[in-house]
């Protein structure tokens, strides 16, 4: 499964950074971490020691929220996401990011870690045989406005930097409603768009989702299992489902694998894919979860080339066409 050419369209490089990386730059720099040892950092910050919640998975990003100490190491994050990237034979990367999350401990202007962060995916895609388009990922928990700062900036380099807009935090307390504007302003500016929904809540936000918030995409949505409007919508709309199923098991959505409503979303003819979502958090690889999905969810070796041949049709890359032609090649 390594050596299989494969997709992740919902990757979070806050959530892709290596741990030793985390310890190294804490010596060098004199940061402060709540632990400097491998194992006792590792149980604080990765969610395969904890009971499976919502909450207790979003709140291991507070951990490190205010860590980066400056702009080597927001390249040296940056870089390596995309390096273990390549490594797991992952061909074509949609890497989301939120600048507010690396930006807020230092208070660097968000418009030069957009540029830190971009010059280090363009050095690593020329080091390593991928391509990665970055997502601008803006959370509900900071609220409306400094979204909409966050927004009007990857407007201005939307096609340059930023090719869709990703609304990611917690769903339960926060509605997408008021970011509505905001997600008009990034289609404006020729962004695809991607929303966390569907995944603790209900399928109700996967419906607001489709036709209220006009999503090219839905981040999880598994909840869509449960409606047949829901799963209707998303068929007559052709709106992406991406799913990460262990990302699933550890915020306690999904109870199992083997009771994934991946595959009756995929067999109903909902166009789906299969995604990591957080590799350090939920200690993991995209290779990990194609040999979940052979083993434990029943899908064949012909089911992960047509999840990647979806997965490009749905993609946010400038040039589709000449993408597939490239990749397409790898599943046929
Ligand atoms: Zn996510």
């Not at 966050?150 to 769903?171: C, I, M, P, Q, S």
């Not at 990034?186 to 399928?203: F, P, S």
Request: include cysteine; aromatic fraction near 8%.
């Amino acid at each position: 499964m390594r050596s299989f050419p494969k997709v992740d369209l919902h990757r979070h490089l806050e959530g892709s950074i290596r741990i030793e990386t985390f310890l190294d730059i804490a010596q060098k720099e004199n940061v402060s971490l709540p632990s400097y040892d491998l194992e006792g950092f590792r149980r604080l910050i990765q969610v395969t020691h904890d009971q499976p919640d919502f909450l207790n998975f979003l709140n291991k990003f507070k951990i490190f929220r205010g860590f980066y100490p400056n702009r080597q190491a927001i390249e040296r994050i940056a870089y390596e996401g995309v390096e273990d990237a390549a490594r797991d034979n992952i061909k074509y990367l949609e890497l989301r990011y939120s600048p507010t999350h690396f930006a807020c401990g230092q208070r660097f202007p968000e418009d030069e870690v957009i540029r830190w962060v971009q010059g280090a995916l363009e050095q690593a895609m020329e080091d390593h045989d991928i391509e990665v388009v970055p997502i601008l990922t803006i959370s509900r928990d900071y609220g409306i406005e400094l979204a909409e700062h966050t927004v009007n900036l990857a407007a201005r380099y939307a096609g340059k930097y930023f090719f869709g807009l990703d609304l990611a935090g917690d769903e339960i307390h926060h509605s997408a409603r008021p970011f509505q504007r905001l997600f008009e302003r990034a289609k404006d500016a020729g962004m695809g768009l991607t929303l966390h929904a569907g995944e603790a809540g209900g399928a109700e936000n996967v419906i607001e989702a489709v036709k209220s918030l006009g999503c090219d995409r839905i981040g999880h949505g598994i909840k869509a299992a449960q409606s047949e409007e829901a799963m209707d919508i998303l068929a007559e709309y052709d709106v992406m489902l991406e799913i990460c199923p262990t990302s699933n098991i550890h915020t306690g959505v999904v109870t199992s694998l083997e009771d994934h409503p991946l595959k009756v979303l995929y067999h109903r003819g909902i166009p789906v894919s299969l995604n990591t979502d957080d590799p350090m958090i939920s200690n993991i690889t995209l290779t990990d979860e194609y040999v979940n999905a052979a083993t434990k969810m029943g899908f064949s070796d012909e089911d992960l080339k047509q999840l990647n041949r979806m997965a490009l049709e749905h993609c946010f890359h400038p040039d589709k066409a000449e993408l597939k032609r490239k990749l397409n090649d790898n599943w046929n």
